[in-house]
């Protein structure tokens, strides 16, 4: 089982819609967790951080269950620029930690 | 701008040939990655460093080494390039939980 899991996608939404990414983690050590954002051809950049109680970010809203092992991400009011795969990331805080990324979730908004 | 810059941007090599992708910061950070990315796999961590001289593997790290002799550079080395390194390789510094990435280096091996 891979340690995060996406669906791949692509979502087609149009403008204006509304669109869930959901994401699950295997290792249950897992502390941190974000949502990154990559673009055709460039890096992945963060969007948000993951907070437990959930959190929101203008017309992204993130959330954490832990006991199911399960991230999500709403994305509001779609907009053209909203298109780029969107990765679920998770990190365990012991020792030298480093990031595990799923595989990323392509969305493509249409006008 | 998080000061990480990947060279080279491009890379062309033969199978067999050795290369080197450099990874340079200058905000003194002291954790730095290497990672991989290709289609169907995302990314996945090659090596990483926690301080000058200290290194680990990652996830993929077979055919590959890596050095960091100053804190400011993160060398990776193919050492015999195989068709199978064809891929782009991201570098990464540690900025507060999260990392910033460097643009990439997209290489070819023919």
């Known amino acids: 089982r891979k340690e995060v899991e996406q669906d791949p996608g692509p979502f087609n939404v149009p403008e204006g819609a509304t669109v869930a990414f959901n994401c699950t983690y295997s290792n249950s050590a897992s502390q941190s967790f974000f949502w990154y954002r990559q673009d055709c051809r460039k890096e992945p950049k963060l969007l948000m951080s993951v907070y437990s109680s959930g959190n929101e970010d203008g017309r992204f809203t993130a959330q954490l269950n832990r006991a199911s092992q399960y991230i999500s991400l709403l994305i509001r009011d779609s907009k053209l620029s909203d298109s780029a795969t969107y990765l679920c990331v998770v990190k365990v805080n012991s020792g030298y930690s480093t990031l595990t990324f799923g595989k990323g979730t392509m969305l493509l908004v249409s006008p | 701008d998080a000061g990480i810059t990947q060279s080279p941007r491009h890379k062309v090599t033969e199978t067999g040939t050795p290369v080197t992708l450099r990874c340079h910061q200058t905000?003194?950070?002291?954790?730095m990655y290497w990672y991989r990315q290709d289609p169907g796999h995302g990314l996945r961590l090659i090596h990483y460093s926690y301080g000058v001289k200290d290194t680990d593997k990652g996830e993929v790290s077979d055919g590959y080494s890596v050095s960091r002799s100053k804190t400011e550079d993160f060398l990776l080395t193919l050492e015999s390039a195989t068709s199978s390194q064809t891929s782009v390789y991201f570098c990464?510094?540690?900025?507060?939980?999260?990392?910033?990435f460097g643009s990439g280096t997209r290489l070819t091996v023919v």
């Open positions: 905000e003194n950070h002291r954790y």
């Open positions: 990464a510094i540690s900025v507060g939980d999260g990392y910033t």
